[in-house]
T-cell receptor, first 117, second 111 residues
């Protein structure tokens, strides 16, 4: 079974440029998450999707960050414009539960390492 | 969600058991204890979870104290590939599927 796929693995951009990250979850997983991980810290949730609906986006900085999951399968996270402080690893995860159940295991992709110069 | 406290780092000899402690003294009765690990340059990986009974799977064992205020993750025969950051997470039943990661414990398995 293929795991969560993310691309690109690495991205270097200059500040004020736009950037997008793509995630393909495990087949059949209804729930998709985007996390941000700063160096030396644990991941922090940005947004959670149940199918194509964003059900928890309280931590997403909506002035510059946006996300979509149009067909309820793969997802794109965008930053426009990027700032120096956005340099981090962006992780995507998926799970099979439809309501974020307590014992629903999340499977993570390898992440995209973003460097903003 | 209850806060967890873990040592910043630990070392273990290859082939020996690695015992990773976690304190969660404010845990509520409906909160589970989860363990994930993150190997360098990879995403976090689920290891095990439990409510109040001890749990074991092919990766590890989870020992939860009777008062549920602390737990220990046990890797019975650590290998070099177990070198990773280990996260202990307490998950509230009412908060959906949010995992709140702390800074975890850097486990280094030495040859």
């Amino acid at each position: 079974e293929a795991g969560v796929v993310q691309s690109p693995r690495y991205k270097i951009i200059e500040k004020k440029q736009p950037v997008a990250f793509w995630c393909n979850p495990i087949s059949g997983h209804n729930t998709l998450y985007w996390y941000l991980q700063n160096l030396g810290q644990g991941p922090e949730l940005l947004i959670r999707y149940e199918n194509e609906e964003a059900v928890d986006d309280s931590q997403l900085p909506k002035d510059r960050f946006s996300a979509e999951r149009l067909k309820g399968v793969d997802s794109t996270l965008k930053i426009q414009p990027a700032e120096l402080g956005d340099s981090a690893v962006y992780l995507c995860a998926s799970s099979s539960g439809s309501s974020g159940g307590l014992t629903d295991t999340q499977y993570f992709g390898p992440g995209t390492r973003l460097t903003v110069l | 969600d209850a806060k967890t406290t873990q040592p910043t780092s630990m070392d273990c000899a290859e082939g020996r058991a690695a015992n990773l402690p976690c304190n969660h003294s404010t845990i509520s009765g409906n909160e589970y204890v989860y363990w994930y690990r993150q190997i360098h340059s990879q995403g976090p990986q689920y290891i095990i979870h439990g409510l109040k009974n001890n749990e074991t799977n092919e990766m590890a064992s989870l020992i939860i104290t009777e008062d549920r205020k602390s737990s220990t993750l046990i890797l019975p025969h650590a290998t070099l590939r177990d070198t990773a950051v280990y996260y202990c997470i307490v998950r509230v039943a009412t908060s959906g599927s949010r995992l709140t990661f702390g800074e975890g414990t850097q486990l280094t398995v030495n040859p």
